[in-house]
């Protein structure tokens, strides 16, 4: 049995046995260091006076709970600089200079105790003979236990020390800042970071923030080499190492205490990158103190053989790459200097992960480097043009330089898309170390008890992202259906409507979208190609103004800014080109006299190669960015999610390229998303439909409607990381019926067994209930076609040669039942046995609403059938047709396939109370549901336009086809706006609650 066919048939009672990621973390256990003294650790410190002062600062041998933050422990040593794992699974800890103070901060701090410290810009040493070391250990149960230590030492065999190098450096002073400068010493390291060598014989590699360094050692911590950047080796000429002035000379510019804090090996030992920790310039400078270029460099790692110098390393390129957005942060008062990549490991050939942080957050990136340019042969090798000319607000790209390329794989904000659940640690982690694609060990630092930190802290994380970036997250059960509530006090009374046209589905209307501050609707005339702008209230049918977007193009949707600041009022605009090259994305600013619209003005125009038949448009809640959703629906074209960058003027396309991975294929065939368009290349078989967003703004959630998934879009990366599939309906339980077939000329809503509908999202809107963000859903339903998905499930035996599951077969064969509906032959089919061994239709004639982790909270099942069955009889699963036959004609002819079809909704809080609109495509009908608690929602009111006993011929011939085909609604101040295409109508309904 395929185990597509094994997970759906599980659906909905353990589906979570078949996935392999849920998309979310969670921290399984939590473990410190114990208490070591600095002596047991560095035994030339036994006798020292300022090692014996601080002892003697010890409370019962520990810590002293009531020191100020200015004050160290002796006993709780900083293991956590940096974290690695050896290959007998020994994991490595590092301590970075040792304890020291920043001096302005002690005199802040208390001003007459730390008198000495005042007037003074540098580092305090309370242990000026500490020399930084390793830590080999083991994680038991009963905790971390340290099996050997490993001092820094010189060639002659004296241990280093964490003093400054040169005056580039803090200045060093002793205990509290106290006294006068100490001496630089050459010897002085500051470490961060640190990986064993591969194929080397135990040699281990480590980078440091002084000069900033890349350090060689032998297995014994003797460190042979040095290397460092070109015009600093001869500043160290007196160290106890050979130094190789090797690095590019720009990386001296790195800003004080922000050096290498990152390095990668990599698994063969070929070669190794050291990264800085921090944008470089100078702060005062804005554009330098706005940029976010974190640079690094590649050396090759060369094995010689001999004793003394076993290794060397010889220079190969230099890249960079952005960090976050710092609106990316949860905390708004992180600034772009608050940046700090602190850790990375290897991942792959041309990709590593590192951990970025700032206040309060800690994030890890999949990085990959293979088509990052090499800054080493352009005009910004030596130099800070790039940081410069970037400033923050131009990218890499646009400056002709090609970025490292990442991908968010964790988060430890919970409310993060790919955040942790659990995590209670600080933004200081310093170090980590993953097992496997499961499981990622944290270090956080303590600054050796600084600012009354507790011991080292080592939070183990299991994973929900891939490390490699894009996930397949796990398929959701199905909820229990929501008890059917009703409640009045909703009325819908038609206020105006424009009409368009009198031709049949002339689609003088598709989307449209409302500015809040100036009483103007904007529709997409796809007819036409063009924008138009309408009075909104009271609905006028001449144009304000309209734009064309030219010859061979169709306007397929439009939307508004409503954010008050530089963009408020654009509007954006998906446009096709229908000569069937790539479609492109408007931006039109709007021209206001005397507040009346008198003008749009094209503001930006993209078309990017690879952005083909656009679907959705959508502002993000601050308009920072545009998405569209480039469906590329029915063509041999690859979908994706154009992203336009308000602050970078850029636009890139989020590709599903990364899915066409082998792993990654089965994974989402595992967790039934559809890709029978393509089966082999998903990139050509997903097709995003609608586009909503996270409220911080800084995720789209994507609807896939044929794949019946959402994607997720990291907007600041332009990177879809998540693709997360949506719930089967399983028709066999109670409140979860359908009506199956149009043969039997009634209403025949019932349950049947194995058959499941797909939702196969259209509209999606993300609202908040609770504190608690959800996603609302309209369960349209499509199909690709008879070649790829599309049968009758009457045909699948003799059309298909097919044998039926044994509950299934009397149902199938029976016109009346199961035999015309339409359903979809690869889902459900067991390939060994040959056997339909359950049916899968399109649509699930539903809404649903989901949580941000992909939990579906309800599925409103056959509730909007059963409303239809109670106050639209005649109209019963029934459509409007451009004949002499009107809608009660049509009765029960769309129940083999998607039923009254809901397509669009809105959700909008009215008197306090949060309701769900939703306007269902064939019977054109309108609904309300309260959904203050999305899990109950109830029933309000619901209105049909039409004249459901008249031909349609006669009603488009007298203008008088009311809401046929509600594609868009809008709600605002008291009215309900639609979009109706098929009868080229723009309606106004006024929304009476005087009853709520």
């Avoid at 904007?522 to 304000?544: E, T």
């Amino acid at each position: 049995m395929n185990a597509l066919l094994v997970c759906t048939l599980l659906a909905l009672i353990a589906i979570a046995r078949c996935a392999t990621a849920n998309c979310r973390a969670s921290v399984t256990s939590v473990y410190n260091f114990p208490d070591i003294p600095y002596a047991k650790f560095n035994p030339h410190l036994k006798n020292d006076p300022e090692y014996l002062a601080l002892v003697d600062q010890l409370v019962d041998g520990t810590c002293d709970p009531d020191r100020d933050a200015g004050q160290v422990c002796a006993v709780t040593p900083a293991f956590g600089s940096g974290l690695s794992m050896l290959k007998n699974k020994l994991l490595i800890g590092l301590t970075d200079r040792g304890p020291n103070q920043d001096c302005e901060s002690l005199c802040e701090l208390d001003p007459v105790k730390y008198s000495e410290a005042c007037g003074k810009s540098g580092k305090g040493f309370p242990v000026t003979k500490f020399a930084p070391t390793i830590a080999k250990f083991k994680i038991r149960p009963d905790g971390i236990k340290v099996k050997e230590y490993i001092m820094l030492k010189s060639l002659s065999g004296s241990p280093l020390s964490g003093i400054s190098n040169t005056e580039l450096d803090d200045t060093p002073y002793g205990p509290n800042c106290a006294g006068g400068p100490l001496p630089y010493d050459p010897n002085g390291v500051d470490p961060e970071d640190i990986h064993q060598i591969p194929k080397s014989g135990g040699l281990l590699a480590l980078v440091e923030e002084y000069s900033p360094s890349i350090l060689l050692l032998k297995k014994d911590g003797t460190v042979f080499a040095r290397y460092v950047p070109k015009s600093i080796a001869s500043m160290l000429e007196k160290a106890d190492m050979k130094v190789y002035g090797e690095i590019p000379d720009v990386f001296k510019n790195r800003r004080k205490n922000r050096g290498f804090e990152n390095l990668v090996v990599s698994e063969d030992g070929s070669y190794l990158i050291a990264i800085l920790q921090s944008p470089m310039g100078d702060r005062d400078v804005p554009e330098y103190d706005q940029n976010r270029v974190i640079r690094a460099v590649v050396f090759e790692i060369k094995l010689t053989g001999k004793k003394d110098e076993p290794a060397k390393l010889r220079f190969k390129k230099t890249f960079a790459f952005e960090g976050s957005p710092v609106s990316t942060y949860f905390r708004n008062t992180v600034v772009p200097a608050d940046l700090k990549y602190s850790a990375a490991e290897y991942y792959d050939e041309y990709s590593f992960i590192a951990l970025e942080r700032a206040s309060g957050q800690v994030k890890w990136f999949n990085i990959n480097w293979k088509m990052a340019t090499d800054l080493s042969e352009t005009k910004y090798a030596n130099n800070l043009k790039l940081e410069f000319e970037s400033a923050g607000t131009m990218s890499l790209e646009a400056l002709g330089v090609m970025p490292a390329m990442k991908t968010k794989v964790l988060d430890t904000y919970e409310g993060a898309m790919g955040g942790t659940n659990n995590f209670k640690g600080s933004a200081k982690q310093e170090g980590f170390v993953t097992k496997g694609n499961k499981f990622l060990y944290s270090a956080q630092d303590n600054d050796f008890g600084l600012e009354n930190n507790p011991e080292v802290m080592i939070s183990i994380f299991e994973l929900g992202r891939n490390l490699g970036g894009p996930t397949v997250c796990s398929r959701p059960q199905a909820p229990k259906p929501p008890k059917k509530k009703t409640e009045g006090g909703l009325k819908f009374v038609l206020k105006d409507q424009i009409v368009l046209s009198k031709k049949f589905d002339e689609a003088k209307v598709e989307i449209i979208a409302l500015d809040d501050n100036s009483n103007t609707l904007y529709s997409a005339n796809a007819a036409d190609g063009r924008i138009d702008a309408y009075r909104r209230k009271p609905l006028k049918k001449k144009p304000l103004v309209s734009f064309s977007a030219g010859d061979d193009t169709g306007i397929n949707s439009v939307d508004v800014c409503n954010y008050m600041g530089s963009t408020s009022g654009f509007i954006a605009a998906a446009v096709e080109d229908k000569t069937g090259g790539p479609g492109f994305l408007l931006i039109l600013k709007p021209k206001f006299v005397n507040g009346k619209l008198e003008d749009l003005k094209q503001y930006r125009k993209f078309k990017p190669s690879n952005c083909f038949l656009p679907d959705a448009v959508k502002w993000s809640p601050d308009c920072g960015y545009v998405s569209i959703a480039c469906e590329g629906e029915g063509a041999d074209v690859p979908g994706g999610v154009l992203v336009w960058n308000a602050l970078t003027d850029t636009v890139n396309v989020a590709s599903f390229n990364p899915f066409d991975d082998k792993k990654l294929r089965s994974e989402l065939k595992k967790q039934g998303v559809r890709l029978w368009q393509n089966p082999s290349m998903p990139s050509m078989a997903l097709e995003p439909e609608y586009i909503t967003y996270t409220m911080d703004g800084q995720y789209a959630i994507v609807g896939l409607q044929e794949n019946n998934a959402f994607a997720v879009v990291d907007l600041a990366e332009a990177k879809v990381t998540e693709i997360k599939p949506l719930i089967f309906t399983p028709r066999y339980v109670k409140g979860y019926g359908i009506d199956a077939s149009d043969d039997d000329e009634e209403i025949n809503i019932r349950r049947y067994p194995k058959v499941y509908g797909m939702c196969q999202p259209d509209t999606i809107q993300l609202f908040e209930s609770g504190g608690v963000q959800y996603i609302a859903v309209a369960c349209e339903g499509d199909a690709w076609g008879e070649e790829y998905d599309e049968i009758r499930a009457g045909d699948i035996e003799s059309d298909l040669g097919r044998n039926l599951a044994p509950e299934l077969k009397a149902l199938i064969r029976d016109d009346k039942k199961l035999g015309r509906l339409e359903v979809s032959y690869p889902d459900g089919y067991n390939k060994e046995t040959n056997t339909q061994e359950a049916l899968f239709h399109f649509g699930a004639r539903a809404f649903q609403i989901y949580t941000l982790d992909g939990t579906c909270v309800v599925d409103s099942g056959d509730w909007i059938e059963k409303i239809h069955e109670k106050e639209f009889p005649h109209i019963f699963n029934a459509q409007a047709g451009e004949d002499e036959d009107s809608m009660q004609d049509e009765f029960d002819s769309r129940s083999d396939a998607k039923g009254p079809e809901p397509e669009s909704l809105y959700v909008s809080v009215v008197k306090g109370r949060t309701i769900l609109f939703v306007g269902n495509e064939r019977s054109s009908t309108l609904m309300a549901f309260d959904i203050t608690m999305p899990d109950s929602p109830i029933y309000l009111a619901s209105i049909s336009s039409t004249k459901t006993d008249i031909p349609q011929s006669e009603l488009f011939e007298a203008g008088e086809q009311g809401v046929l085909d509600p594609e868009s609604i809008v709600y605002k101040d008291g009215y309900l706006y639609v979009g109706a295409p098929v009868a080229s109508t723009i309606s106004s309904f006024k929304v009476n609650v005087s009853g709520l």
